[in-house]
């Protein structure tokens, strides 16, 4: 039987490094009416042997023993797949998933490792659900490390191998095992273990035995009649056998001409017999006090079989099976002495020996086995389709059109239902902030490389390379750059030829006035044609300077014009989403694939830009037979926005218009839009309403204000706006003001842009540039921390139909920092000036009137000032705990059931958007260390002192 394959499948073809075995890369199909997959460890060929002992024993049965096999040491297995394919191709793991979904009843998994690689999870725990979900019995069965926790073991056994190990290796183990035992004690199904000491961690296993083929074992090779006794030591795992312990004992022995010792690693399993056959004593391990495969493959051959076993597992052993285990007990402390008694005492030994292979046909050759685990395949299954491990938490993504860190809402979500207990993944696109992934807390985040299929591909390439002129001014400062330097290039030419001809010492090349005419013409030639280039780029160019010609100072991306080109565009072919955005199709090539791994219960869609996306997820996932709620958050009226180009607009309402109703809830940004929304779109129910609010500032926070910031006395008046700056903003408005306002200061909490340079620029025309003040960002934690130094909060929005619906960010961050507002005409914010007694409100885009309006407030602003202060209700409104209430409304309508960490205090309160990730779990081990150097510390103390 060749390596990795079996003769009853030999009709496949050989494995490659990157391809399954089959043609189709999958396992063939069985006919019986019970179909059984063992996988994916089979570790000694112990999955390939229970398969088959099983597959006698229940005859209309039939299965598959499957493993991903490294190359070395593999053991024959019916279906093996390359360790790589098993670890990273998504396209095998969800052929696989399908397969085995549709053509097995049946599944054991081994040590609980992954059956579908790491396509749901690292651990059979994330695999579980989905197929107990499609029907499938499930059964679990430990070999031995995956269940071994070293920190009870190091209680039970004196010889454990893990104070020896690096400590990073054992905290790995243990959390490992530890997750491991959780699965197995919480598991309502059949539960099975391969060596009786691993009931000891899993009390609620059955002991499948491992199985042994004794036939190609036996020996009919006397024992201890070798001139020198042969002891052989072939460990699997060195550290954990104890070999080196033993190593200098029987090394020892045998320098002193009293054994042959060999030492075996590294052979291929199937010339292990030959191995056994040639031995008289089989050391098998010295420090798991328990034995496996290696054990019982030497009483098969008949050999004396040595190693520590502990007395527990024997009775153990004899309890199960009426008989005593024959091997000879043994620790480090004791194998020199065992070894030289069975030496002195061959009859004893020889008695030891022949007991062996009739105790291996009885236990292990397969029918107990298939015994213990008959009831698996005969009985019908008691687990519930919807069991799930506890710690397998509801997934929530949340996706959105950038790159997350910068985008405080969505981290305010994230963070919010993260607290929930459930499970949340941040989906976006690499961006400056972040590129790859990354963990903020306890949420997952990422921003996988989007590669550009159809944006560069088909008639959109054709079409770049045949027009004759640049569309952006990206292509024309690359073409120029190349020009510049071709140009740069035949200057130092000219200018090396000058410099030559100035050398006082000699020089190869020939000076400027002996250049060839050929070589003068050459370059004359040159020349000219860098000035014809030059003259074709500035004409390729003219579209582009055109447009940046057009878009003046004066320009606020807003208007009746703007109006028009948008109405045309929505019903224009040229205005669909498909056309205008075909880098969402990139998008969706590499993210779809993501969502479909993830398998969330809820996808989150901020903004527009992903909403089809998160709409084609969950149309694939209801053909899988799985359900996929979105939640679909409209952080802007999409016909409104400004500055943007209509046809990107109309794009964007394009993209909306087709998938929000593909939306389960709605949740939108202030009341007048979520009315807008409902209108435009016919909704049955209308969108609930989720205000931009700030967090809770941490209590250890520890800000700069702003007026330490920009060094100002308490005594001056200092106007604050926070946020984005373009010209719809109005931010003009009140520069323009500050000449009628003499000692009133304007911060400007934003990043530099073109906007805010012009800004600064206006404020030195008009003689207030020493008090107008860029400011910079702050955490968005902290924002009103930072701003509540300042005098009055302005929101200062010219007319546009977003504008006119906005409860912005800034508006509710001056009411947690407790400023007065002054804000425009804009009817969704200036009805709550005027209703709560905020401040004032001025018409927007007039000068005077913004005066008239700083005066009053700057007049009443210590009134204004308490009256926020001391309204607990108007503060916590415009919170984000409040807002979190609604959240968490939505949430547990969609999913019908929210865990109860959601209904906890302090549930709906965020303190940090970027926590630090989280430390790994205390494990016992790292406790067990830690006791262990403070008993070694105490024993040196007291060492000292009794000298």
Not at 261 to 271: H, I, M, N, Q, S
Request: glycine share 6%.
């Amino acid at each position: 039987m060749a390596r990795g394959t079996d003769k009853r499948r030999d009709d496949r073809p050989e494995l490659e490094d990157d391809a399954p075995a089959t043609r189709d890369g999958l396992p063939p199909r069985l006919d019986a009416p019970v179909r059984l997959l063992v996988g994916p460890a089979n570790f000694a060929g112990q999955g390939t042997r229970w398969a088959r002992a099983l597959e006698e024993r229940v005859p209309t049965m039939k299965a598959t023993s499957y493993a991903f096999l490294k190359g070395v040491l593999d053991y024959p297995v019916d279906y093996g797949i390359p360790a790589g394919t098993y670890r990273r191709s998504r396209r095998w793991q969800q052929k696989f998933l399908t397969h085995v979904l549709q053509n097995y009843t049946h599944v054991l998994v081994e040590a609980s490792r992954p059956i579908f690689g790491t396509w749901h999870g690292q651990d059979a725990s994330f695999d579980i659900p989905p197929m107990l979900a499609k029907g499938l019995k499930v059964g679990l069965i430990a070999h031995g490390s995956d269940v071994r926790i070293p920190s009870r073991h190091v209680e039970t056994e004196p010889w454990s191998p893990f104070p020896d190990l690096e400590d990073e290796t054992v905290e790995l183990l243990e959390r490992n095992s530890t997750r491991a035992v959780e699965l197995f004690t919480s598991y309502p199904g059949a539960v099975y273990v391969s060596t009786p000491d691993l009931l000891d961690y899993v009390p609620n296993a059955v002991w499948c035995p491992v199985v042994v083929d004794v036939a190609t074992w036996r020996s009919d090779a006397p024992v201890l009649e070798h001139e020198k006794p042969v002891v052989a030591h072939a460990p699997s795992k060195s550290a954990m056998k104890g070999s080196e312990l033993i190593d200098p004992i029987m090394e020892s022995l045998a320098e002193r001409g009293l054994i042959t010792y060999r030492r075996v690693e590294g052979v291929d399993p199937a010339d292990m017999p030959a191995v056994y056959r040639d031995a008289d004593i089989v050391l098998d391990q010295f420090r798991v006090g328990s034995y496996g495969v290696a054990a019982c493959e030497a009483m098969a051959a008949g050999r004396v079989v040595v190693g520590h076993i502990a007395q527990h597992v024997r009775d153990r052993v004899l309890a199960d099976t009426g008989l005593e285990l024959p091997i000879v007990e043994a620790t480090p402390d004791t194998i020199e002495q065992v070894v030289l008694d069975l030496i002195s005492h061959p009859d004893r030994a020889r008695e030891v020996a022949g007991n062996g292979p009739a105790f291996v046909e009885e236990v292990h050759d397969g029918r107990r086995s298939a015994e213990s685990l008959a009831s698996f395949v005969e009985r019908p299954g008691t687990v519930p389709g919807e069991w799930k491990p506890s710690w397998i938490r509801p997934k929530v993504v949340m996706m959105a059109g950038n790159d997350i860190i910068p985008d405080a809402r969505v981290l305010k979500y994230a963070q919010t239902v993260a607290n929930w207990d459930l499970d949340v993944t941040c989906i976006g696109i690499p961006g400056r902030r972040l590129k790859g992934a990354r963990e903020l807390g306890r949420v997952h985040v990422l921003c996988p490389p989007i590669q550009s299929k159809v944006l560069v591909t088909g008639w959109r390439k054709r079409l770049a390379n045949l027009r004759p002129w640049f569309t952006t001014e990206a292509e024309y400062t690359l073409a120029y750059g190349r020009w510049q330097y071709a140009s740069r290039e035949l200057r130092g030419d000219r200018g090396r030829d000058r410099r030559d001809s100035e050398r006082a010492d000699g020089v190869e090349a020939a000076p400027a006035g002996r250049r060839s005419t050929r070589d003068r013409l050459l370059r004359a030639a040159r020349w000219r044609s860098l000035r014809l280039h030059r003259a074709v780029l500035d004409a390729r160019a003219y579209p582009v300077r055109r447009a940046k010609r057009k878009s003046r100072p004066t320009d606020l991306g807003i208007g009746k014009r703007r109006e028009r080109l948008l109405r045309l565009y929505r019903y224009l072919p040229s205005g669909r989403w498909r056309r205008v955005m075909p880098e969402v199709v990139d998008q969706e090539l590499t993210l779809g694939p993501l969502l479909d791994r993830i398998q969330p219960e809820v996808i989150h869609v901020h903004d527009v830009f992903m909403l089809g996306i998160a709409a084609r997820a969950a149309h694939r996932a209801a053909l899988d037979d799985r359900t996929i709620k979105i939640i679909y958050d409209a952080h802007e009226y999409i016909p409104g926005v400004p500055v943007v180009a209509p046809r990107r607009v109309a794009a964007y309402s394009d993209l909306e218009r087709e998938f929000i109703h593909d939306a389960d809830r709605v949740i939108t940004v202030s009341e007048p839009l979520a009315g807008w929304l409902q209108r435009d779109h016919k909704m049955a129910r209308r969108p609930d309403v989720v205000l931009n609010a700030p967090v809770e500032p941490p209590e250890d926070a520890q800000v700069k204000g702003l007026r330490q910031h920009l060094k100002l006395p308490d005594d001056v008046p200092l106007l604050v706006y926070g946020g984005g700056v373009n010209r719809a903003r109005g931010v003009g408005t009140a520069v323009e003001a500050l000449p009628q306002l003499p000692g009133v200061h304007l911060a400007v909490v934003a990043r530099a842009n073109p906007v805010t340079a012009e800004l600064q620029a206006r404020a030195v025309e008009l003689g207030v540039g020493d008090r107008v003040h860029l400011a910079p960002f702050v955490d968005a934690e902290v924002v009103p921390l930072y701003l509540r130094s300042a005098t009055i909060g302005l929101s200062p929005l010219l007319h546009a139909p977003n504008h006119d619906i906005a409860v912005t960010n800034k508006f509710c961050e001056y009411i947690a920092a407790g400023l007065p507002i002054i804000t425009s005409d804009t009817p969704a914010q200036a009805d709550l000036v005027r209703e709560l007694d905020l401040g004032a409100v001025h018409t927007a885009g007039d000068v005077d009137d913004f005066v008239r309006a700083v005066r009053t407030v700057l007049a009443d602003r210590d009134r204004i000032a308490k009256r926020i202060a001391d309204d607990p209700q108007l503060r916590h409104r415009f919170s984000w705990a409040a807002q979190a209430e609604v959240i968490r409304a939505v949430y547990a309508e969609v999913m019908e059931k929210l865990p109860d960490a959601a209904w906890e205090p302090g549930a709906t309160v965020v303190n940090r958007l970027i926590p630090d990730p989280p430390e790994p779990p205390e494990t016992k081990w790292r406790a067990f260390k830690e006791a262990a150097r403070v008993a070694e510390r105490d024993h040196q103390e007291q060492e000292k002192k009794q000298r």
